[in-house]
């Protein structure tokens, strides 16, 4: 989401900030880590750190809705394909998206937070809105995170069971694409990632700070836990959704190995034919989808914040 920082003590809009102090003092010493790493830098690590212990958490959740993706299967056929795999199967391609959204994740933040004060600072006293600045480097950030598609597309191939027998693990899947096909391939599914990640990262960023004010205010640090998951969450499952038919895309031009690239278009025409021209098949899996964005941003969203008091 395929697809965030706010000062936990406030409703306002998310600013870039040089460290988080209001509503009590950093756990760590003198924020010395936080020191460390630099005002910018503890967004990057707050981002990675979040993103680490989603994936950990909703990985199989993931898997279910793949196969649903990819084969418009029902959640109980997709979950019995996973028994059949058997257990050891079962975290077969974590190490892709761990990866991969460990990085993206720091990605979105840190680089919105940069993007957001070096486009600020040049259009300051220029008359430009500041939501147009913040827009634009949500959708810079999410450009960016899209040089990581390679991850994206090896968890696809080690997800889909008739590959099982062709690609081992996330190193060997890698070196056969490369040597066999070129680093093109590896790039496959590209588009819709672009499409799907600056519009989501612009949304995301921009309502926010809108949805927590509609928030009760919180007292305590465990009231704002539980407002930065319910923010994340319902803006997760929320683009989840809006972005679906993308996703299903992706998966299905990942799952091709070799052959010409198709176009969005095509993919989606032939991915809707094939499902006998039914929304209803195409959004399947939609509904487990929102649960595990519901899920996974939440944790993304309030992880993120409560690291970065810890810092």
Partial sequence: MAVSTMDSESTRTPQPRAGLTKGGSSLLPAGV?????????????CGSM??????????????????????????????QQLQRDGLRNLYRGL???????????????????????????????????????????????????????PFERVQTLLQDHRHHERFNNTAHTFRTLLTEYGIRECYRGLVPILLRNGPSNVLFFGLRGPIKELLPEATNKVGHLVNDFVCGGVLGAAL????????????????QVGGAFQPCRKVLLTVWRERGGSVAMLFRGAHLNYHRSLLSWGIINATYELLLKLL
């Fill in 95 to 149: 190490l892709p998206p761990l990866l991969q959204k460990s990085t993206t994740v720091a990605i979105m933040f840190g680089l919105y937070e940069d993007f957001s004060r070096v486009l600020h600072g040049h259009a300051c006293g220029s008359g430009v809105p500041e939501l147009v600045t913040r827009s634009f480097a949500a959708a810079l950030a999410g450009t960016a995170e899209a040089t990581l598609t």
């Fill in 50 to 79: 979040a993103a680490f212990t989603n994936i950990l958490v909703t990985f199989p959740i993931q898997k279910v809705l793949f196969r649903q993706q990819l084969h418009g299967v029902l959640v109980t056929e997709a979950v």
């Fill in 33 to 45: 880590l936080g020191a460390r790493l630099g005002p910018q830098g503890k967004h990057y690590v």
């Fill in 240 to 255: 989840g959704i809006m972005f679906y038919p993308l996703n299903v895309v992706k998966s299905r031009a990942q799952s």
